[in-house]
Every structure is written in C-alpha cells, then in structure tokens.
C-alpha cells in the first residue's frame, strides 16, 4: 500500500521499518496486514452478505498460508495438502471421485476458476445458509460443492493464529516465514529502500 509517506506492509508498518533482527517486529506487522488487508474486509463483505466477495478474499489468504507453510513450489502441491491439513472439512473424500479430497475438489472448481476466471465450476456456490463449511448438495447424478464463506473465513483465523503460535515458538518454522517473506517482497523492499 502506498501513501504520500512511503510505501507500507500493513497499515502501521512502513516496508523501511520492518526489523529482520528483531522477530517480534516482523511477526506483528505480518499480523498486522493479515488483519487489516484480508480479515477484517471479509468480516464486513460477510455482514453485509457479500459471500461470493468475501470467499475471494478466502482463496488469496489459502493461497499465501499455503506458501508460507508448504513452500515456494507449484500451487496445487501446495494448496491442496495445507488444506487437508488445516480445515479438517476439506479432508473428506470427494463422494463424485473418490481418489480424491474434498481439498483436490476445492481447488479445481472454486480456487481455479475464480482467480482465473471470476467464475466457480460445476454449479459451486457460496451461501450463509449451511451450517458446516462444506455443504454437498445432491444434484442428479453428481454433487454441488457450496461453501459457507463465514465459516471458511473462521477456520483461517483459527489456522493463522495456529501458525502465529508456531513462528514465534519454533526458529526453524521463524527462518523459514522470514525467508519466504524476503523472496515474496524483495522488489518491494527495493522500491521502499530506493524511495520509489
């Protein structure tokens, strides 16, 4: 985010005074974005039943917890298994393909076709009116997938202050966000150090 005083991480941390030597000044900047950027905008989308918005926000923040946890490697690798692993919903097998999860479902017809497309595939939908995140609904032969974006959007809060809990407690789970968080800003932090 730019301003008239430089370019910020997050709404109180400027990129300049972001401290790599000082763990606890990076973790509450990153929680600080985190919050200000993804959270707290889905929160309102999901007040004012703004579901289909609010569930974007949800795929790009799945997008970076799976990076920062997973690593820098090929999406579907990554996304995939970080949701298996963190929202237990998305760990079901598929009942219309059994040789996969619901995670594998998830990615193909909500994150692929939304980022890319601004569409879901195969009737997918968001709605507030299922009381689980994952919601199948039985359509002739096969099943819609309908996600309540509320809920999907409480189970990330949960897992990132899961991870917020690991970084500051493991160095190695620490040195690998900081390093991941270099590579991802690294132009950033040149435009920031430059004055651009």
């Given at each position: 985010?730019?301003?008239?005083?430089?370019?910020?991480?997050?709404?109180?941390?400027?990129?300049?005074?972001?401290?790599?030597?000082?763990?606890?000044?990076?973790?509450?900047?990153?929680?600080?974005?985190?919050?200000?950027?993804?959270?707290?905008?889905?929160?309102?989308?999901n007040k004012n039943n703004h579901a289909f918005a609010s569930g974007i926000i949800?795929?790009?923040?799945?997008?970076?917890?799976?990076?920062?946890?997973?690593g820098n490697f090929g999406v579907r690798r990554r996304y995939v298994p970080w949701l298996e692993n963190n929202i237990v919903?998305?760990?079901?097998?598929?009942?219309?393909?059994?040789?996969q999860t619901l995670a594998k479902r998830f990615y193909d017809e909500f994150r692929n076709c939304l980022i890319h497309e601004c569409r879901i595939k195969n009737a997918g939908q968001f709605s507030y009116n299922y009381s689980g995140v994952i919601h199948l609904m039985r359509d002739y032969n096969r099943h819609i997938m309908i996600i309540n974006p509320k809920l999907l959007l409480y189970s990330l809060k949960t897992s990132?202050?899961?991870?917020?809990y690991s970084i500051r407690e493991n160095p190695?789970?620490?040195?690998?966000?900081?390093d991941i968080l270099k590579s991802n800003f690294s132009v950033d932090f040149e435009c920031a150090e430059r004055g651009d």
């Open positions: 985010m730019r301003d008239k005083d430089g370019i910020y991480f997050s709404p109180n941390y400027q990129f300049l005074n972001l401290k790599w030597n000082n763990p606890e000044n990076l973790i509450c900047a990153f929680e600080d974005r985190i919050k200000s950027f993804y959270f707290d905008p889905a929160e309102q989308l949800c795929l790009s923040l799945i997008d970076l917890f799976a990076n920062l946890q997973n919903d998305f760990n079901s097998p598929d009942p219309d393909k059994l040789s990132f202050e899961k991870y917020i190695v789970e620490y040195q690998k966000f900081e």
